[in-house]
């Protein structure tokens, strides 16, 4: 595959959580792309912003804003400024499913390449 993304452009990258009610969490992200990997077909990004996300039963129907899980949904700003890894596939717009752990710090997953 070939990237038509090149260093400095930017793309929305969306990432999901199951949460143990069975709800999803959905969060968007700008992510900006610092350099290529072409040979693993990834993008080292930034996520340089937060643009807003949403929760949903299983059935994917919204949940009020008032229903929102209060233990998860603080973390999502948090990482604003991660440095990570991504498939070139993730500048599609599909959304990318994470275990809750990666959320939770518990997965090093946003904080890995801390220090690259």
Not at 11 to 21: A, G, H, N, R
Not at 41 to 70: C, I, M, N
Not at 81 to 106: F, M, N
Request: aromatic letters at 12%; a negative charge; zero cysteines.
């Amino acid at each position: 595959m070939t990237t038509v993304l090149a260093v400095g452009e930017t793309f929305t990258v969306q990432f999901v959580w199951q949460l143990e009610s069975n709800d999803y969490i959905r969060a968007l992200f700008t992510a900006e792309i610092l350099e290529l990997e072409p040979f693993m077909e990834r993008y080292v990004v930034r996520l340089a912003s937060f643009l807003g996300g949403r929760q949903e039963d299983w059935k994917g129907e919204k949940r009020p804003l008032e229903a929102h899980d209060t233990t998860y949904w603080p973390h999502i700003p948090q990482l604003v400024g991660s440095k990570l890894a991504l498939a070139y596939e993730a500048a599609d717009g599909r959304p990318l499913r994470l275990k809750l752990t990666t959320l939770t710090g518990e997965h090093t997953y946003f904080t890995r390449m801390a220090d690259k």
